[in-house]
């Protein structure tokens, strides 16, 4: 069955031997490019071209054309070799086309030497590029897969390379041009079309409408590299009969000069249909980065800059036209003599007019704004991949245990007041650089009244809550349970037996919330009361003590066999029960020491219980990132500062989603360890 990929998507291939199929609008170039793990190139000798068409294992066409066929022998690539990138260059002097976005979209099919489509993928969403990465072939665990990319660009063949480290990018991509040139020099010319004779002049009878005339006919596809192979084979094409074509002179019509067992693209009468009335529709991965990970990571943080100052300039406005507003109405009653009467009564009219004329007008434009932003979010949020995505995306329906960790994770979601259906996810970097405070307090809902963005975040929380705000012990239990979904969503995202979690519960208050980790076996049961407060904090300790000393000494192989080098998850829960002086001594040695060495820090607690403490805690507060467990207005974004409201990342209500994913993942520690 063949697998009909977007941009982003990935596919295992079932064999080695493939052969890639690429339709365009136009002539393009084709070429490969065979990068090691990071998708880098070594040098020129490791890109395939009209001027090199053959490499160890690839062999793609020598000219321009709107149709290729690419050959690809994966088993006998280099060991080096782990991304097979194609790549779709519009060659210049040849054809009308300067950039994909004003032709039919180019199409990518990777078949198997029988025909056999494998996977397909249509390159959506180009404008004004001149060159595309359109998939890759990659290599994870001597396994083959095939992924949608897609990544355009605008300038050129040159950008192209040298965005995959090749330093001599400029000299290749003038070489390719070069080539293609002297290419389409040597290709034989379709024939021109002469003047009509009368055996070819269109004549009219009774029997239907005038035959098409020659012009019409679409050119002949030049040869590709699949042709030449196909050519050399056994079998019909080998064996010396051609067969005959269509338009031979038997039939005395024109002669059709097109291959015959080749049908060719049909030629776009026009540029690429474009999204009614506005910007081309968006696709996910539409951003600059190495992976297609890395590019949705920057591309959410697009969004998130965008939102911010769509609304910025929203409330600017705004604040404008009630200035305004307010000095029209001073200047309208300055003079007591015309407060009263007609007059004043048309100039409160007109001002209150302008004012709002120009607060539809700055609504209008954060509409359309929002509205871009919103089929953004539509496109980029099922495309996400675990780390990034939520807890009800079908991505975690199929979860597999990675074998590397992500580049950032996913600790919730945010959203303005302005557009409270449009949710943000808040992307943090891995690994993480600062600890997490959960603020299971009630002091912050009790200031300042309850707002009606925390009511909407309310209703979309998995756990049932009643009108108002939460009691202490519904805070609580909302904390717990955050801190679990971020735990689970650690341990989910890193390979087997590279994350682990380790919790301090000195009264077992946390049992309940703690169920789906202790029932999967990804953590072991918490060390009551305080001498389990002291054995956590003293074991984290030795840990980071040993790992500095590695790091400053360059003596990473000397490290105790007993040591745990995976990176650890430290859950403080009921703050500071069961902490005396020394613990609390070591808990602020981890949260400062910790995260370079591997130790991250998680709190559960309420500051006002802490009080007693003073202000020796005041900087191991500041150094975590506060988060709620209820929707809160207290992140502020780098760029104009808006209060944002976050929402945490728990699971559906009635959804085993996390239960699964726990499950899954003690099952691939246990096959580890076995």
Known sequence: MTAELVRGQNHPLDRTRVEIRITAGGPVVAGVTLGDEQGRLQGAEAVAHPGAPRRTGIEVPRQAAAEHRIAVDLDALPEAVHRVSVLLALPTGIGTLTTFGAAAAPSVAVTGLDGTHLADYTVTGLGAESAVVAVELYRRQDAWKVRAVGQGYA??????????????????????????????????????????????????????????????????????????????????????????????????????????????????????????????????????????????????????????????????????????????LDRALADPRARLGTAADVARATARDKHATLVTQARAALDRDLGQLAAESEVVEPALPPAFARWDNPVWQGYHVPLERPMALRLGDLHLPEVLDLRIPMLVRLPLERGLWIDSGPDTYDRGGFLPEREYGRRELGSALTDGPPDEAELRRLATET?????????????????????????????????????????????????????????????????????????????????????????????????????????????????????????????????????VLDPLWRSLLRITPMPDAHLADPWVGHAWTYEPPLAPRGSQVVRQVLDRLAQARRAGQS
């Open 483 to 615: 801190a679990v979904a971020i735990a689970a969503r650690l341990l989910a995202v890193h390979p087997a037996g590279e994350f682990a979690v380790q919790v301090i519960d000195p009264g077992g208050t946390a049992a309940p919330a703690l169920a789906p980790l202790l029932e999967s076996g990804v953590l072991a049961p918490p060390l009551p009361g305080a001498k389990g407060v002291s054995a956590v904090l003293e074991g984290l300790t030795r840990r980071v003590d040993l790992a500095q000393m590695a790091v400053r000494g360059r003596a990473a192989d000397a490290l105790p066999p007993d040591l745990d080098t995976a990176e650890q998850l430290l859950i403080v829960h009921d703050f500071p029960h069961g902490f005396d002086d020394r613990a609390l001594t070591r808990l602020r040695y981890l949260a400062d020491e910790g995260p370079a060495v591997g130790v991250h820090l998680m709190m559960v607690a309420d500051r006002a219980q802490a009080r007693e403490y003073g202000p």
């Open 155 to 328: 300038d050129g063949l040159t950008a192209m390379l040298r965005d995959q480290g090749l330093a001599q990018a400029a000299e290749l991509a003038a070489e390719i041009e070069q080539a293609v040139g002297l290419g389409h020099a040597r290709a034989v010319p379709a024939p021109a079309p002469a003047a009509a004779s009368r055996s070819e002049r269109p004549e009219r009878s009774a029997a239907g409408p005038a035959a098409a005339p020659t012009a019409q006919r679409p050119a002949p596809a030049p040869p590709t590299a699949a042709d030449d192979l196909a050519a050399s084979g056994t079998g019909a094409a080998g064996s010396g009969t051609a067969p005959k074509a269509a338009g031979s002179p038997a039939s005395r019509g024109p002669v059709d000069y097109r291959h015959p067992a080749r049908r060719s693209a049909p030629a776009p009468t026009g540029p690429a249909p474009a999204a009614p009335d506005g910007p081309p529709l968006p696709v996910a991965g539409d951003a600059a980065g190495w992976s297609m990970e890395e590019r949705l990571y920057n591309q959410v943080w697009g969004m998130f800059e965008d939102l911010a100052r769509s609304v910025a300039a929203y409330r600017s406005a705004s604040d404008f036209a009630e200035s305004r507003l307010e000095q029209e």
